[in-house]
T-cell receptor, first 114, second 115 residues
Framework: AQSVTQLDSHVSVSEGTPVLLRCNYS??????LFWYVQHPNKGLQLLLK??????LVKGINGFEAEFKKSETSFHLTKPSAHMSDAAEYFC????????????FGRGTSLIVHP | DTGVSQDPRHKITKRGQNVTFRCDPI?????LYWYRQTLGQGPEFLTY????????KSRLLSDRFSAERPKGSFSTLEIQRTEQGDSAMYLC?????????????FGPGTRLLVL
């Protein structure tokens, strides 16, 4: 069984300040983990993924995430928020053991103030 | 543009009518997934295909829902006798497994409103 918990439904930051979106996962196997972003009326876009290589993963648009097995976390960060980062962010876990079915978190809405 | 396309982008229908959605995956992606997303929630898995074979279906997929991928390329999702609770965004994604890794690429979705 696998599950993912996004700890904040909304995160509000000022433009130019750091972003932290939190994600904890549960998986019986060594999972693959993903962050997707969804802008209004747009499809889901892959930001970054972890698949058992380097634990610090760099993605597009300056985002990165660190896989911490001991904490079962995969938090998404960005040093400096931009207005265009305002969107819904989804953490996704896809377990090993032959399972191809991903589980999505409920999403975190990132609000960026000027 | 991820390359996955879905048609139509929006559909309004009356309760009890049948609707059909189409998904065209990225060329040579052998896996195709359908999801449903309601407001304020993450996408929920419905079903997936590997080539033309439907390998798994969620318990969310009632008997009124049927999906096909006849030639292992495009896929259709049909909902019969629609209900107001079927109103949602229906997402399609495609992928191919490479060296034990898989990444899904999503289409823009079909937004269904059942009146």
């Amino acid at each position: 069984a696998q599950s993912v918990t996004q700890l904040d439904s909304h995160v509000s930051v000022s433009e130019g300040t750091p972003v932290l979106l939190r994600c904890n996962y549960s998986s019986s196997y060594s999972p693959s983990l993903f962050w997707y972003v969804q802008h209004p009326n747009k499809g889901l876009q892959l930001l970054l993924k972890y698949t058992s290589a380097a634990t610090l993963v760099k993605g597009i648009n300056g985002f990165e995430a660190e896989f911490k097995k001991s904490e079962t976390s995969f938090h998404l960060t960005k040093p400096s928020a931009h207005m265009s980062d305002a969107a819904e962010y989804f953490c996704v876990v896809m377990g090993g053991g032959g399972s191809y079915i991903p589980t999505f978190g409920r999403g975190t809405s990132l609000i960026v103030h000027p | 543009d991820t390359g996955v396309s879905q048609d139509p982008r929006h559909k309004i229908t009356k309760r009890g009518q049948n609707v059909t959605f189409r998904c065209d995956p990225i060329s040579e992606h052998n896996r195709l997934y359908w999801y449903r997303q309601t407001l304020g929630q993450g996408p929920e898995f419905l079903t997936y295909f590997q080539n033309e074979a439907q390998l798994e279906k969620s318990r969310l997929l009632s008997d009124r829902f049927s999906a096909e991928r006849p030639k292992g390329s495009f896929s259709t999702l049909e909902i019969q006798r629609t209900e107001q609770g079927d109103s949602a965004m229906y997402l399609c994604a495609s992928s191919v497994e490479t060296s034990g890794e898989e990444t899904q690429y999503f289409g823009p979705g079909t937004r269904l409103l059942v009146l």
